[in-house]
């Protein structure tokens, strides 16, 4: 399918990319997308959780009470997790969340989130993008150019560029990658996706 390029000042230029077909314009696999967005966010987890457990807690070993006689239930420890500042029963313990996908599924997941994006409307290609300094005002305006400065945006460029990367690192709702990394959650969780020109043949050369 073939995309116009739009500029850096936000307006049309005589250009025009053809997106493959085979990575921006297939039948999108929710299975796919919800297996790579529910692996991305387990493995984001730290898994430091922890609750002290009735061996851990620091108290009195002696018996509470006697056993028999009293008209309650029998009681042995004040560290039982029935008994308030005792040890939490089955509490959580640190773990890895972490799993594994195949490589196919993940390219499919990529691919589906694309194209959910081109048919929704909500992906543009931009000229590659040249900051001459750092300056976050310079990408503002940027944004407010493209008419996406109150979107939730996600950048993807062909190769690394600081200037443009550090230029938005201070920006809540822009997050700039490059085609190498760029993930399933990051393009459905973005409102808009603008996608550099040199960009485009990386992805396409992954994901094929």
Known sequence: MEVKVISAKGKATSKSVNLSDDVFGIEPNDHAIY???KQHLANRRQGT???KERSEINGSTRKIKKQKG????RAGSIKSGTRVGGGRIFGPRPRNYHFKLNVKL???ARKSA???KVKS?????IEDPKFD??????FKAFLADLKLDNNKVLMILGEKNDNVYLSSRNLKKVKVVTADSVNTFDVLNAQKVVMAKSSIEAIEKILN
């Open 35 to 37: 297996l790579d967005v």
């Open 106 to 108: 993940k390219r499919l």
């Open 133 to 138: 300094a750092i300056k976050t005002a310079d």
């Open 70 to 73: 009293t008209g309650g239930a």
């Open 121 to 125: 409307e909500d992906l543009m290609v």
């Open 114 to 116: 694309f194209s959910y």
């Open 49 to 51: 959780h922890k609750a």
